[in-house]
């Protein structure tokens, strides 16, 4: 087998699911249809925990840098507390074989009458990399970095933490 080959025999599958009671979250390889409205996102292969769903719904008022710092930084997993994930975690995890697990999750998600956006765009990330820079561009396989003053575009951020 070339390796042209071998790369085009990745074969996506569904990421671990995240359920988030309170400032907790819990991690399963399983939808659990009794905890639908636990249910929050999924776990990336890097750790990172992403929303399922775009825009501030319950767990902020608007996703602005500081609030989504906020909350990371409210949230437990494990005893453990969590942050916002930085930059280089994300650029250097964003690969076609996590895009294929994102999509292949999202679409598990929603036939299994799940909420889930197809499309992230904006990700807020730590200042651990870029201290006026700290926006995870997350859209359509692109990645990069923007000013963490810009507008606030809700419709098209999402939350996420790691530990």
């Not at 699911?17 to 390889?29: A, C, Q, R």
């Not at 942050?83 to 299994?112: C, I, M």
């Not at 396989?141 to 507008?151: T, V």
Request: charged share 30%; aromatic share 14%; hydrophobic share 40%.
């Amino acid at each position: 087998m070339t390796a042209k080959n071998k790369k085009s025999a990745y074969k996506a599958k569904v990421l671990p699911l995240v359920y988030k009671k309170g400032n907790e979250f819990e991690i399963s390889t399983e939808l659990i249809p009794d905890r639908k409205d636990e249910f929050w996102g999924f776990q990336l292969k890097s750790g990172i925990l992403i929303k399922a769903t775009r825009g501030s719904g319950d767990d902020v008022e608007s996703i602005t840098w500081d609030n989504a710092k906020c909350f990371a930084e409210s949230m437990f997993l494990e005893g453990k507390q969590g942050r916002l994930p930085s930059w280089t975690l994300f650029s250097e995890s964003w690969g076609k074989e996590e895009q294929k697990d994102v999509k292949v999750t999202v679409d598990f998600l929603l036939k299994n009458g799940m909420k889930a956006d197809r499309e992230r765009a904006f990700i807020w990330c730590s200042e651990e990399d870029y201290s006026a820079a700290a926006y995870f561009l997350f859209h359509r396989g692109l990645h990069g970095f923007f000013a963490k003053n810009i507008a606030d575009v809700d419709d098209d951020d999402t939350l996420a933490v790691v530990f």
